[in-house]
């Protein structure tokens, strides 16, 4: 299916018999994401080619171990399937200046992480569910030792990317279980550099976009069609922040557009089935991923004779539910906080081994460009009746928009037709908007920012749903890896 990306940000900004003692049980029970990821899953998933123990064995070396799990207590009860956290750093070190200049990754490496995803692998090893969590996301870390400079620390909030650079690939493991009360059953950590050999070693990766997609900060100049990256490429498609609205969410969703079209490329390439291509792509990868110490040979023979038959259907993505955007935190500044149903029944489908996308109700919705998640807005009161403004913010933040939740009365009180005054930069936030108020006026006001503004009239009565044609544009929608490949 063709992705629907914005247009270019000159107009507005818009919007990677079993060995049962080897395999764990079978229990009953910003810059630069994606590309860590992408690359670190496509492990688990190459290794489907059950090709041989010493071809694996051989690659096995590779691999640089870290013990995220010691002297962990009060763990969440395992669930079914297994659970593994990929998790990114920036490599930026470990590439040529040549490389560094020429996609784009200029400043100084960080002792950080802005990749964080649950991938979960189902009991009967026949599909993996891949959550995103947002590294901006609101977190409290619990207490621990800094692991740079040594200090003691009592449990404190931040953003979720902290906890690495705080307390490394532990406190993260650490963090994450708190808050999705998920256990982790493999800690897998990638960078730039394998994600690049990757995508080179498997001939490119195919990307479909309907609309032109430019980002002069990484260097990113698509025009709309079907494109087929090559590593360098890729990397700047998968850091790209500045092509919509979005920034984080945007980008997590074409990362997780990305990651689909790279396992079919690799399930459709024969590299699963060649031992030379299985080799030397697991080669491009394992040279910079490091893992815990239990995630070894036996444990890739295993699952990949469980995984022959693994497709892009097999998978499905989804980011974790926001219920607050922009929540401030003294001292951090601002956060995504968690819905906390919608995050409580996407951890429990994971525990209970079920997939993300059973049961999802008909939209009904109204069709838009632009999910209201992406959308800023400032309500005003144009009215004599008090409490007006309040109601139209709380109606349009049920359905997703981002309001200030600070509404306010307007210099004119007697407004009739309610307005949405806008920027032309952001004509499609602002025509989803109007959707979502029927009857009200488009109003465009040069100048005027990212943040619509509704003067809500006496002819408000109510707001409608609105939906943007491709459902990854939400922040919680589940997408199957063949809803979201090239057609």
């Given at each position: 299916?063709?992705?629907?990306?914005?247009?270019?940000?000159?107009?507005?900004?818009?919007?990677p018999e079993e060995r049962r003692a080897a395999r764990p049980p079978v229990r009953r029970r910003r810059p630069r994401w994606a590309m860590r990821a992408v690359t670190t899953l496509s492990v688990v998933i190459l290794a489907s080619a059950g090709i041989g123990h010493a071809v694996v064995t051989s690659l096995d070396a590779d691999i640089a171990r870290v013990d995220p799990f010691k002297d962990m207590k009060n763990r969440p009860r395992a669930g079914h399937g297994m659970n593994v956290l990929l998790v990114g750093t920036d490599g930026r070190d470990s590439i040529s200046e040549a490389q560094r200049r020429k996609y784009r990754l200029g400043g100084s490496?960080?002792?950080?992480?802005?990749?964080?995803?649950?991938?979960?692998?189902?009991?009967?090893?026949?599909?993996?569910?891949?959550?995103?969590?947002?590294?901006?996301?609101?977190?409290?870390?619990?207490?621990?030792t800094d692991e740079t400079t040594g200090e003691q620390h009592g449990a404190h909030p931040v953003r979720l990317n902290a906890a690495y650079a705080e307390g490394g690939p532990q406190l993260t493991v650490r963090t994450v279980e708190h808050m999705t009360r998920v256990k982790i059953d493999h800690y897998l950590e990638v960078d730039f550099t394998s994600f690049m050999k990757t995508v080179d070693v498997l001939g490119g990766v195919h990307v479909c976009t309907a609309r032109p997609l430019k980002d002069t900060h990484t260097g990113l100049n698509l025009p709309a069609g079907k494109h087929t990256l090559t590593g360098g490429e890729a990397l700047q498609y998968v850091r790209a922040r500045y092509v919509d609205?979005?920034?984080?969410?945007?980008?997590?969703?074409?990362?997780?557009?990305?990651?689909?079209?790279?396992i079919g490329r690799a399930t459709a390439s024969g590299v699963l089935l060649n031992p030379i291509k299985f080799r030397d792509v697991t080669r491009a990868v394992l040279g910079s991923v490091r893992a815990d110490k239990q995630f070894g040979t036996d444990e890739l023979l295993d699952l990949g004779r469980a995984m022959r038959n693994f497709s892009p259907s097999s998978s499905e993505f989804t980011t974790v539910p926001i219920g607050q955007m922009g929540y401030a935190v003294k001292g951090i500044g601002s956060t995504l906080k968690w819905d906390p149903v919608g995050a409580g029944r996407l951890f429990?489908?994971?525990r209970d081994d079920k997939?993300?996308?059973?049961?999802?109700?008909?939209?009904?919705?109204v069709q838009v460009e632009v999910a209201p998640q992406q959308i800023r807005v400032q309500v005003e009161n144009g009215t004599r009746t008090a409490g007006l403004g309040r109601r139209a913010d709380a109606a349009l933040a049920a359905i997703g928009f981002r309001t200030t939740q600070q509404p306010t009365n307007?210099?004119?009180?007697?407004?009739?037709?309610?307005?949405?005054a806008y920027d032309p930069r952001w004509d499609r936030s602002a025509?989803?908007?109007?959707?979502?108020?029927?009857?009200?006026?488009?109003?465009?006001?040069?100048?005027?920012?990212?943040?619509?503004?509704?003067?809500?009239?006496t002819d408000f009565r109510q707001v409608r749903r609105v939906r943007p044609p491709d459902t990854r544009q939400g922040e919680s929608g589940v997408v199957r890896g063949d809803e979201v490949g090239c057609s």
């Open positions: 299916m063709p992705v629907t990306p914005p247009r270019p940000p000159a107009r507005e900004p818009r919007r490496p960080c002792h950080c992480t802005d990749t964080i995803m649950i991938v979960h692998i189902s009991e009967d090893r026949e599909r993996a569910s891949v959550v995103s969590l947002p590294r901006d996301s609101y977190a409290e870390l619990p207490a621990h609205g979005a920034s984080d969410l945007g980008r997590m969703q074409r990362q997780q557009e990305f990651l689909a079209a790279l429990q489908a994971l997939p993300l996308s059973t049961g999802r109700p008909r939209n009904t919705a307007a210099a004119d009180p007697s407004v009739r037709r309610t307005v949405v025509k989803s908007l109007a959707a979502a108020l029927p009857g009200s006026e488009l109003r465009e006001v040069r100048g005027q920012g990212p943040t619509l503004k509704v003067t809500v009239g």
